[in-house]
């Protein structure tokens, strides 16, 4: 390595360690990545659904309506 970067690398080690500071390792580990059982993964499943179906049931929907076709009582414009 260059003597530049081995003067950085020195100055970017810490002069104490964690032990010599008084700092203990942290005990708790919070659980992450953990995979759901089947059991878990249904009840979650039937939730969502039952959501769902709320959301889906206060929706009201598209009324189709038959547009009134009349004859008018005019004649058509006569075009050239």
């Known amino acids: 390595m260059p003597p530049r970067m081995e ?7 810490p002069s104490k360690s964690m032990q010599q500071l008084g700092i203990v390792e942290p005990t708790f ?25 709320m959301k889906k049931s206060q929706f009201t929907g ?8 009349r004859e008018s009582k005019t004649k058509p414009l006569e075009r050239e």
Do not use: G, H
């Open 7 to 13: 003067r950085a690398s020195k100055e970017d080690k």
């Open 29 to 53: 580990q919070p659980k992450v990545n953990q995979s759901k059982t089947a059991e878990q993964m249904k009840k979650m499943q039937d939730k969502f659904q039952e959501a769902l179906e």
């Open 62 to 69: 598209t009324v189709v309506k038959e547009f009134p076709f």
